[in-house]
């Protein structure tokens, strides 16, 4: 059963079209039903959306469904960064059951000065293998320009970041299963690792949703769908989810998925 937290959510929830997503997750939300977000995962979905998730809205609306449980949030946090440690204080301010771990940062070598401008060893880095090879000696003769053109700049590396959750999301997914009871897991990320959790939890005769957007889900979790898996496209959902401001009022479809939107 949904009942509105907010007026915004219920005046939204009266429209037609979200009526009609609304009505499809009180059918799957069945019993206890726990929610897992893995942020790193849905955060670039925004790029293809073209809006935002609002982590304070997608929580009122989650609460909104009776039979809710845990709502777990996985983020990264950048150790002595203001505004990271912000963005978390503002999820527990929500009452999510914040998990986070320490970003790390790597430093990779963007430095030419010691290979041959026909070398793809500093590409290996950066380019598949699979993809290297079809390079012919000009194409890698230009990118390595570009890493000297960094390099006459001050540029000689570059830092990437990486957190992983998949470890902690799904055994916390198997944890709640053997522990808390939990009848219908709700997953946020489009990552192929979450495949044999999932498979093992549909056959263990568990509910399991996946929350994505069109083209971000992997090829192994589609699979899964003859299986049982059910995956809701978050378009449906954009005025309720979505940051202030970034409703649309007029009827429209996602041109890739179809999914309506108001």
Known sequence: MFKAKTPHIESVAKQESFRSA??????????????YIDFANVRPWSEKLGWHISPKRLKQFLESFEGMGSIK???GELLGDSRSASDIKRLRDCKYDVRTKPVKIIRLSVDVS???????????????TALLRKYDIETVEFLNQKFKEMNVRGIHFIEDRKCNFDVEIGTDMRVDHLTDGVDTFVLWSGDSDFADPIKQLISEGKRVI??????????????????????????????MICWKGEEILNSTKDPISGAPQL
């Not at 299986?227 to 005025?239: P, Q, S, T, V, Y």
């Open 22 to 35: 609304i009505e499809k997750l009180e059918k799957v939300f069945v019993g206890t039903t726990n929610v």
């Open 73 to 75: 949030w996985y983020q």
């Open 114 to 128: 010691s290979i041959s401008m026909q070398s793809p060893d500093l590409l290996k880095k950066f380019v598949r």
């Open 210 to 239: 996946l929350f994505a957007t069109a083209g971000r889900v992997a090829r192994e979790l589609n699979d899964l769908v003859p299986e049982g898996l059910f995956i809701f496209d978050i378009f449906e959902l954009r005025n």
